[in-house]
């Protein structure tokens, strides 16, 4: 059993910052690649950004240059520092993660961004 918490999402107005973090626990040996997908309404979920186990990084477009990704592989744990956030970076946000071929998926966090 794997079992992913979120934390870190919440209100800010348009320009602020939030950190997301999503820890992993359970029955884990190694984990290949950490991510963060986003829903917003009406739309289907997309990539943020991701980072390999060789620290290799993706990231949307629409987020490159305010969003970064990090990982901390003894703490089983992503992180997603966003900045200079926009109305258009409101979603639900969800940690992923690529364990042994596996998904897993967070429970989601809200950030709303407003204007």
């Known amino acids: 059993q794997v079992q992913l918490v979120e934390s870190g999402g919440g209100l800010v107005q348009t320009g602020g910052s939030l950190r997301l973090s999503c820890a992993a626990s359970?029955?884990?040996?190694?984990?290949?690649?950490m991510g963060w997908y986003r829903q917003a309404p009406g739309r289907q979920r997309e990539l943020v950004a991701s980072?390999?186990?060789?620290?290799?990084?993706k990231f949307a477009d629409s987020v490159k240059g305010r969003f970064t990704i990090s990982r901390d592989n003894a703490q089983n744990a992503v992180h997603l520092q966003m900045t200079s956030l926009k109305p258009e970076d409101t979603a639900v946000y969800y940690c992923n993660l690529d364990i042994r071929g596996l998904d897993y998926w967070g429970q989601g966090t809200q950030v709303t961004v407003s204007s």
């Open positions: 980072i390999t186990s060789n620290l290799r990084t």
């Open positions: 359970g029955n884990i040996f190694s984990i290949n690649t």
